[in-house]
């Protein structure tokens, strides 16, 4: 199917003809993929199940007529992240959106394997720097492109028990700034799209993946950060010079939370 077929609109001229979603295909980077389809981008996807990849590759095949690659690839994994970057040479990504996902399983850090812990350093800040250093570098010649990194409020203050986690996504959130206002004279927009729990594992909890990937494509311009739903009332609460203040704020607000998940 060739994409010149069908007329670009004002999106899809500026940050196509071709998107890669790495991460999340089941959840909010799911969203992401079908919302940037209807701009009749060509989409490729990476992440690390296989059936669900080709669950979506077909949906969105079959409802936005438009050409999806898929490849099983864990962004943990260094060899992984190489590959990312050869399956997609010499296609023209005019979008990268990367949504790490997973990573919110409580546990007393002493007491987590090494292993777990670095996983999620892997997944959160190795994978998103990697990629992004490789995506923004061709956008930057071109004079055009977009990036979003799918965040969390979790990274504006530290979180018992989930302190490699928050730690990881306050990375993603500051890299993303500093990319805005780098990438900014080359026409390239930068948005860290900060999102509160999202449904997942089958228990809606929180906001609509689809709402998420909606709101952050039309935000994409008004970077750096944009906050999902509630989310700035807390950020602005959790920003606070009194580090100790915003920390016991976010551990009452996680308790809540995961009492209401119990």
Sequence with gaps: MDFDLYPRDEFARQYGPWAVIAGGCEGVGGAFARAIAAHRIRIFLFDKKPQPLVALSRSITAHNQVEVRAAPLDLTVDADLEQAKMLTAGLEVGLFVFDGAGGEERAPFVQSPLEAVLQTIRRNVIGPTTLCHHYAAEMCRRQRGGIVIVG?????????????????????????????????????DVLCCVAGAIPARGRNHGVDPAMIAQGGLAHLKDGPTWFVGDNGEAARLLCTPDRRAATRLMNSLQSRKFNKLS
Excluded at 169 to 188: C, D, N, R, S
């Design 152 to 188: 969390s409020i979790q990274g504006c203050a530290g979180g018992a028990e989930m302190a490699a986690y928050a730690g990881s996504m306050a990375f993603e959130q500051i890299f993303t700034e500093g990319l805005w206002h780098e990438l900014k004279p080359y026409g390239v």
